[in-house]
């Protein structure tokens, strides 16, 4: 462990600390649990892990996180949005990502106020910086603190400081809004979510762990790692059977393979600077 990382989780550890009393937005993910971890580290008991169940994941990865939290010993609120009841969320434009995260620190704020915290954290790390994020400008309006970004903590560094704490979930690979599977101005309902999120549950199934299944009307689009691309053809005949049965007409894959935030490469540079800033 090189000493910018130990600086920068001493640093973090001091930032808590003077916290006092913090409310954590868990998601089970490697970024939420380490710092969930170490706020439990210089806090103890003046912790509370919120899970939120949202239309937009996994009803796994809020269960995930849970069991997680739970398993830690922290004290878990387990809470829930509605974001389909949202017309600027349904209507899957760039900025629905702003109103999503803006309803989710809006309400992570109500809880803090009713329950006595006067901090409510994110797991928001300096890799969030680079990529379409107006969840940044939500948290910021919102009055969260993202105290991961604050000590200067990156991904590849928050990997080995949770391995080096024994966090389960240290080597767990990213997951995202459900809705990050459709085209901006495709509207998303109920229906069309159960459908990717039963194809992508089918191929994890299958054993592909970083897949997407990006919608394109009656089209999916699938992503698997480069190295995974081989092993997808030749499942490809169950594979096709499957996805049709759930409503798609022709199943595709994508040659440029996994990668987060695929959806932003058709947006203009200069709107994802914007937005970033």
């Given amino acids: 462990m090189n ?3 130990v600086e920068k989780n001493s640093q973090l550890g001091q930032i808590l600390s003077d ?14 649990s380490f710092l969930l971890k170490r706020a439990q580290q210089e806090l103890g008991d003046n ?18 996180a849970v069991k997680l939290a739970e398993k830690m010993g922290v004290q878990v609120l387990k809470t829930e949005m509605k974001e389909l009841n949202n017309p600027a969320i349904v209507a899957n434009t760039p900025d629905s990502w702003y109103h999503s995260k803006k309803m989710l620190y809006m309400h992570l704020n109500d809880l803090a106020e ?11 790390i300096m890799d969030d910086m680079d990529d379409f994020r107006p969840g940044l400008k939500a948290r910021t309006e919102e009055g969260a603190r993202s ?8 991904k590849h560094e928050i990997r080995e400081l949770s391995k080096q704490l024994d ?20 509207e998303i309902n109920r229906q069309k979510i159960s459908q990717v999120n039963d194809a992508e549950l089918f191929l994890i199934k299958l054993g592909f762990d970083m897949v997407r299944v990006r ?22 005949e169950q594979i096709q059977m499957k996805l049709v049965s759930l409503g798609f007409d022709y199943v595709s894959v994508d040659l440029k393979g996994y990668r987060t935030g695929s959806m932003n490469e058709v947006l203009p540079k200069k709107q994802l600077e914007t937005e970033v800033g």
């Fill in 19 to 32: 916290m006092g009393r913090v409310m954590v937005a868990f998601s089970g993910g490697v970024d939420s």
């Fill in 3 to 5: 000493n910018t990382m």
């Fill in 215 to 236: 919608y394109h009307e009656n089209v999916a689009r699938i992503e698997v790692t480069e190295d995974k691309v081989v092993d997808l053809l030749k499942q490809r």
């Fill in 47 to 64: 912790v509370l892990a919120v899970v939120v169940a949202s239309e937009l994941f996994r009803q796994e990865e809020f269960d995930g």
């Fill in 147 to 154: 105290v991961l970004q604050e000590a200067g903590l990156y």
């Fill in 114 to 124: 009713e329950l006595g915290y006067p901090y409510v954290l994110d797991g928001m």
């Fill in 167 to 186: 966090v389960p979930v240290w080597n767990k690979p990213a997951s995202c809004s459900l809705a990050s599977r459709f085209p901006y101005g495709t």
